[in-house]
């Protein structure tokens, strides 16, 4: 009995995940992992996190996406703080753009718990549509959004430059 229960949560968790992929897959045209990275904070696992891109290469102007499976419980408004923290700390001192992105983060993001998945399909020069799951929680129609928070995890002067090198699939 026990054994059917740990496989009916591993058959779970797997659905959830290929579900999950399968908007990314939809959304990006022949879209293959880049790379993958885990953040880590002092000594907490904070998410596995996924870049993918067409053909598994990051190209300029092509759609990407950033899938991120959660390990821990952040509430949504603090995932959108940190974001607008990453973004100034990047160098961005719109603070009327950011006042307006802080507004449309917290109205999309959930609350997230160990196992939550959540992802953003970049569309470059256009918008960022987010998921959890295999649900569309939000959309930014933004190029500028687009590209700061991408930044985030990609941009040259990301806070966690060994995650921008593996989920680039550098050395």
């Not at 993958?36 to 002092?42: D, I, K, P, S, Y």
């Not at 995650?163 to 050395?171: A, I």
Request: hydrophobic share 45%; no cysteine.
């Amino acid at each position: 009995m026990l054994h059917n229960a740990i496989l009916l949560v591993l058959m779970l968790g797997f659905s959830t995940a290929a579900i999950s992929a399968e908007v990314i897959m939809r959304a990006i045209p022949n879209a293959q992992p880049v790379g993958e990275a885990r953040l880590t904070f002092a000594f907490w696992d904070v998410y596995d996190a996924t870049l993918y891109a067409p053909q598994g290469k990051l190209g300029k102007n092509m759609p990407f996406a950033l899938y991120i499976h959660y390990l821990r419980e952040i509430d949504g408004s603090d995932i959108a703080d940190q974001s607008l923290q990453e973004m100034r700390e990047q160098g961005f001192t719109d603070e009327g753009k950011l006042a307006a992105w802080e507004t449309q983060m917290k109205k999309i993001f959930p609350n997230v718990d160990n196992g939550t998945v959540l992802s953003a399909i970049f569309i470059p020069g256009q918008k960022t549509i987010f998921y959890q799951e295999t649900k569309q929680i939000g959309v930014i129609k933004d190029a500028e959004f687009t590209q700061k928070f991408a930044d985030i995890w990609l941009g040259e002067n990301t806070s966690e430059p060994a995650l921008r090198r593996k989920l680039l699939g550098l050395p």
